[in-house]
């Protein structure tokens, strides 16, 4: 079965600067796609961004980006520039490409100071 | 914009009484799912659907029922509710896409407490 780690319940970072979260998961299958969602203290949950397995180019939207180690089974969310907004619960989640069901990890509450 | 709707956003009911969780998603999502979600625990999978009166099991069924009569609604039901399935629950659909796979859109989710 597919597991997906967060090993970081909480961070903290400055506004403006850059934070980095951590995600490692494991499979024996090659052919998957991992995300990363936000969900807000308003709670609806809402997807940051996404990378597919196949890519060696790692997934950048905006001031998020992703470092993905295939080899390593990690998948880490780098937010550069952090803002007030960027203050949420974030879940790092696998899928495999023919399968429906989709694992997340416990979550990372992110706090942006001013 | 996808849109998925949960019937309530705050829920108390009682140790035992039947409960009703309904979700509707408005862009013809072929799956639709029930998560629960509690600290440190991440979001767990309760059951799935990929079609219209199709389920499949997910990580924590016990408990737990589904009926997917029409293409966009998904209900979850605690047969007899306890203490224990106090929580927030989350509604999410997607469709299998030819561009591989999509992300899942999300419900506002539903905070559930049995006294």
């Known amino acids: 079965a597919q597991t997906v780690t967060q090993s970081q319940p909480e961070m903290s970072v400055q506004e403006a600067e850059t934070v980095t979260l951590s995600c490692t998961y494991d499979t024996s299958e090659n052919n998957y796609y991992l995300f990363w969602y936000k969900q807000p203290p308003s709670r609806q949950m809402i997807l940051v961004i996404r990378?597919?397995?196949?890519?060696?180019q790692n997934a950048t939207e905006n001031r998020f980006s992703v470092n993905f180690q295939k080899a390593a089974k990690s998948f880490s969310l780098k937010i550069s520039d952090s803002q007030l907004g960027d203050t949420a619960m974030y879940f790092c989640?696998?899928?495999?490409?023919?399968?429906?069901?989709?694992?997340f990890g416990a979550g990372t509450r992110l706090t942006v100071k001013p | 914009d996808v849109k998925v709707t949960q019937s309530s956003r705050y829920l108390v009911k009682r140790t035992g009484e039947k409960v009703f969780l309904e979700c509707v998603q408005d862009m013809d999502h072929e799956n639709m799912f029930w998560y629960r979600q509690d600290p440190g625990l991440g979001l767990r999978l309760i059951y799935f659907s990929y079609d219209v009166k199709m389920k499949e099991k997910g990580d924590i069924p016990e408990g737990y029922s589904v009926s997917r009569e029409k293409k966009e609604r998904f209900s979850l039901i605690l047969e007899s509710a306890s203490t224990n399935q106090t929580s927030m629950y989350l509604c999410?659909?997607?469709?299998?896409?030819?561009?591989?796979?999509?992300?899942?859109?999300f419900g506002d989710g539903t905070r559930l407490s049995i006294l």
């Open positions: 990378q597919e397995a196949y890519k060696q």
């Open positions: 999410a659909s997607f469709n299998t896409g030819i561009e591989g796979r999509q992300p899942q859109h």
């Open positions: 989640a696998f899928i495999l490409y023919n399968n429906n069901d989709m694992r």
